[in-house]
């Protein structure tokens, strides 16, 4: 099974460029057109959250029906930019919906189990996987304790390094919800945006993938441990592409436009090391 996943699209309600500056519609359409080029097609594309960058009904919309030209089918979650209703409006009904608000869902029908979870609490600035949804997931997995799974999630539940972004990470729920992935033992991997860049970790033991984005020309900066400058990375667009099989699990493959490369930041999974608070 191959899926594509696309993160931070970032669509304007005007398509105006971002902060002035950046022409998400552009990036858009070049990061669709490069996954509809993809021969053999994926069987999915996953849209790890941040579609609007304003999180209104409009841009929403637009968002949709950008990524309608894909030629793969579309899965979506929300992302702290994102608001729930407009992202449901626009991409649901959605099927295996939890019911527990925000964008909750499972997908079956495909050799792996998806499920989207949501971490958005309508302040772009926090995150909390509310205690129902935990439970929602746990008893979803508990349903088939041996099937694959692949969550996405906009929000990674690790930490950075990177200050500032950390402090818009998941305040709550990320432990209760690594307890149960790590229990289920079959949850391929984690995938995740809202870095703007790629990054590599673990949590509870489970690969956690976070894509780059579609909004390029975003600088960011860190590895210091309180956050300050150390270099600003300027990339152009891009996305991931996944191969699991039940024979070799989650590959996961970077692709820049423009020939642009950019290792992993790895961080080495370890069952062992559970994090801590
Ligand atoms: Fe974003």
């Given at each position: 099974m191959r899926i594509a996943q696309i993160s931070d699209p970032h669509v304007s309600a005007d398509g105006l460029p971002v902060h002035g500056l950046v022409d998400t519609d552009a990036a858009l359409a070049r990061v669709v057109a490069a996954?509809?080029?993809?021969?053999?097609?994926?069987?999915?594309?996953?849209?790890?959250?941040?579609?609007?960058?304003?999180?209104?009904?409009?841009?929403?919309a637009r968002a949709h029906d950008a990524l309608a030209a894909l030629r793969a089918p579309v899965l979506v979650c929300a992302g702290n930019h994102d608001c729930g209703d407009a992202v449901r409006a626009a991409f649901g009904p959605f099927p295996g919906d939890a019911g527990e608000g925000g964008v909750v869902y499972a997908v079956e029908g495909h050799p792996l189990r998806l499920i989207a979870l949501d971490a958005s609490t309508g302040d772009p600035l926090h995150a909390a996987l509310p205690a129902a949804q935990v439970a929602w997931l746990a008893a979803r997995l508990a349903e088939e304790p041996?099937?694959?799974v692949l969550i996405?999630?906009?929000?990674?539940?690790?930490?950075?390094?990177i200050g500032w972004l950390d402090s818009m990470g998941i305040a709550q729920g990320r432990h209760e919800m690594g307890t149960i992935i790590a229990a289920h033992k079959g949850v391929a991997a984690i995938l995740c945006g809202h870095l703007h860049r790629p990054m590599r970790g673990a949590w509870y033991g489970v690969p956690v993938l976070a894509a780059p984005s579609v909004m390029d020309r975003v600088t960011f900066?860190?590895?210091?441990p309180d956050g300050s400058p150390v270099a600003a990375v300027t990339a152009p667009p891009g996305f991931v592409l996944h191969r699991w099989s039940a024979e070799g699990g989650l590959v996961s493959e970077l692709r820049f436009l423009d020939g642009y490369a950019e290792t992993w930041l790895a961080a080495r999974p370890d069952p062992a090391a559970a994090p801590k608070d």
């Open positions: 996954v509809n080029a993809l021969d053999p097609q994926p069987d999915l594309v996953v849209v790890t959250g941040d579609l609007a960058h304003d999180g209104d009904a409009g841009a929403t041996e099937r694959p996405f999630l906009h929000h990674p539940p690790f930490d950075t390094g900066t860190g590895l210091r």
